[in-house]
């Protein structure tokens, strides 16, 4: 524990605005993970134990397309396209099995898919370290706000998730999908007497779930290093967002992970070994202060 | 289930000490016991958390906590103070039981996915816990300097004959009392809460005590298996406190079979003999551990001898699918 260097550094402002910026990239990534999981729950009621493994395969997918073509921009693009595919191929041929089966069973048949992926992507993709580095095009010299460095690829990755997270909120909120997923999410005997097919719904859920995770690997990839385990680390914190926010809230969803970046970037100053720790407790005090999430529904 | 019940249960079970014990003669080699011992830690830990997930319906995914304070809290006392190895054993049981009290008494008024996070957090904060306190735990190397004292009644438990046979007796004796437990009114007590809790509540079952307790008595034998593990390894690593001990666990009680009191002891043997042939056929582990599982998940839908009861009694064993 080190509070005398948490505390210099929370009043020193170059400090602060250079963890406050780290603290968000690590928020930003982890919401468009955690929205596709709180999407798949509220629709599904299914908690998808292998969204991590979404983020690692788009992750290595942006890798190799941008080694491929040089253009890191269609490097995170094919991260998610692959990966709404994968979504789509992972709920019609296994999930689709077990869906209204007890939860364990669920979580074995996830817990399988992680497993083979990460053998899978340590056969592609050999079982090292990869870096991508920083794509040329954002090779430029860093911001200096307040003393703080600020990379500006940071700055582009915040502005990124926000974009793609306000259109998922307007898709949901105003598109006649998102409206009917919305329904089904409440409803789905009703939506399907309605005539609407939940079938094809559901594989387009699981589609915008992997979509989300894959572009969150590629737009990470520049500043993660990837290995064949990275799918889990983000699994258990992306769990934690959507739990503190709220299972299927994805306005919660956002501001649990924001949250959460910040307890990691700041905690790593003054609790360097108990970071995690930091983020358990979080999840802990919000579950017995308010057992639904900040913004779940009181339904259990 | 009456006395005669009972007594052949403990019949069958000295008989399966017995037999255990005589195998060394003939089949010499440290693998075998090795297995049985690794067995017996693990079969007392996945049974102990099917008391939870099979009987009263409480899918934790952190029971895991409990097994890893087992072999820390056990291993400390060995090293850091002068008690005699039956008293640590007692002393470790206490400490999980009152650590369970807490943990319990914040997590089971949750319900179903919020449970089994909650647990699943509680055990990655002690993981945390053990990790950064680095004078106490050893943290990320573990507790090394093994375990001393380890004479019980004339009997030293150093030697790898002598503590095979007490992990099979450990064993043994765990799952007797916990189908002693499932037997009595207080078992019947968990099921009518795992099917219909509010009916549980009306009958004028005190739910809240029911499942606290039994979330108490679960983790006593996880740690007791916790132990059994410690002994085996001389220390205490924080890979036992981590979430795959848990995953373990609950892959365990579902290859095994929920609703068969034995299940997670069969699927503890599936689980184990599959990470030694497979780990010795391929560094790929994870890639052949994933296609069986998922030909058994999607193939047998239940757990192996919740299929084999319904194959040969027709009866459709109880549980949770």
């Known amino acids: 524990m080190d509070l005398d260097a948490l505390l210099d550094c929370v009043t020193t402002s170059s400090c602060v605005v250079t963890q406050t910026v780290s603290g968000l990239i690590v928020g930003m990534l982890l919401f468009l993970v955690a929205a596709g999981l709180t999407l798949i729950f509220g629709v599904l009621k299914i908690v998808n134990f292998a969204h991590g493994t979404f983020y690692m395969l788009g992750a290595y997918l942006a890798y190799s397309v941008f080694v491929g073509t040089g253009s890191y921009v269609l490097g995170v693009l094919a991260g998610g396209a692959g990966m709404a595919v994968f979504g789509v191929v992972f709920e019609r041929f296994l999930i689709r099995r077990v869906y209204g089966a007890n939860v364990l069973m669920q979580l074995l048949i996830c817990y399988a898919v992680v497993l083979i992926c990460d053998d899978l992507v340590k056969i592609v993709w050999g079982p090292d370290f990869r870096a991508m580095g920083m794509p040329p095009e954002f090779q430029v010299p860093p911001f200096f706000i307040a003393g703080g460095v600020v990379p500006p690829f940071y700055l582009v990755l915040i502005a990124v998730t926000l974009l793609i997270g306000g259109a998922l909120g307007l898709g949901l909120g105003l598109t006649r999908v998102g409206k009917t997923i919305r329904a089904a999410a409440i409803n789905p005997d009703m939506v399907s007497a309605l005539g609407i097919n939940t079938t094809l719904l559901y594989s387009m859920v699981f589609a915008v779930g992997g979509m989300l995770a894959g572009l969150a690997g590629g737009l990470a990839a520049p500043v993660r290093s990837l290995t064949p385990g990275m799918g889990f680390s983000i699994l258990i914190e992306s769990f934690i967002v959507t739990v503190i926010g709220g299972m299927g809230s994805i306005a919660g969803a956002l501001i649990a992970a924001v949250v959460l970046g910040l307890i990691r970037s700041f905690g790593t100053i003054g609790f360097p070994l108990f970071t995690e720790g930091l983020m358990y407790i979080a999840m802990i005090i919000i579950l017995v202060v308010k057992p639904s999430g900040l913004f779940g529904k009181e339904i259990v | ?321």
Not at chain 2, 119 to 138: E, N
Not at chain 2, 289 to 318: C, K, N, S, Y
Request: charged share 10%; proline share 2%; with cysteine.
């Open chain 2, 1 to 321: 289930m009456g006395r005669a019940h009972t007594l052949r249960d403990i019949a069958i079970g000295c008989l399966v000490v017995a037999v255990l014990a005589a195998i060394p003669w003939m089949l010499p080699g440290k693998a075998f016991q090795d297995f049985v011992i690794r067995c017996a830690s693990m079969a007392l830990f996945a049974t102990s958390l099917n008391l939870l997930v099979g009987y009263t319906g409480l899918s934790s995914f952190g029971h895991g906590l409990f097994y890893g304070l087992g072999t820390y809290s056990f291993a400390l006392l060995m090293q850091k103070t002068t008690v005699s190895l039956p008293l640590a054993f007692l002393l470790t049981l206490l400490i999980s039981a009152a650590t369970a009290v807490v943990v319990g008494a914040i997590c089971i008024r949750l319900r179903l996915i919020y449970f089994a996070f909650v647990t699943l957090a509680m055990q990655m904060l002690a993981h945390s816990v053990i990790i950064s306190w680095v004078g106490l735990t050893g943290g990320d190397q573990g507790l090394q300097g093994g375990i001393p004292r380890r004479v019980v009644a004339g009997i030293d438990l150093g030697n790898q004959y002598n503590l095979y046979v007490f992990s099979a007796a450990m064993l043994v004796i765990g799952l007797l009392l916990m189908r002693h437990i499932v037997a009595t009114t207080f078992g019947t007590s968990l099921r009518m809460i795992r099917d219909n809790e509010t009916r549980a509540a009306f009958l004028g079952i005190s739910v809240w005590r029911v499942k606290l307790t039994v979330f108490v008595l679960a983790a006593v034998f996880a740690s007791a298996g916790g132990m059994v593990m410690s002994l085996f390894v001389s220390g205490a690593y924080p890979e036992l406190i981590n979430w795959p001990i848990s995953g373990d666990a609950i892959f365990a009680i579902v290859m095994g079979g929920v609703g068969s009191f034995l299940g997670p002891t069969v699927g503890t043997m599936i689980l184990l003999l599959l990470n030694d042939v497979v780990t010795r056929q391929t560094e790929y582990y994870g890639l052949a551990l994933g296609i069986i599982i998922l030909l058994f998940a999607l193939g047998l839908r239940r757990g192996v001898l919740d299929f084999v009861t319904e194959r040969l009694g027709g009866r459709p064993a109880g549980g949770i699918h």
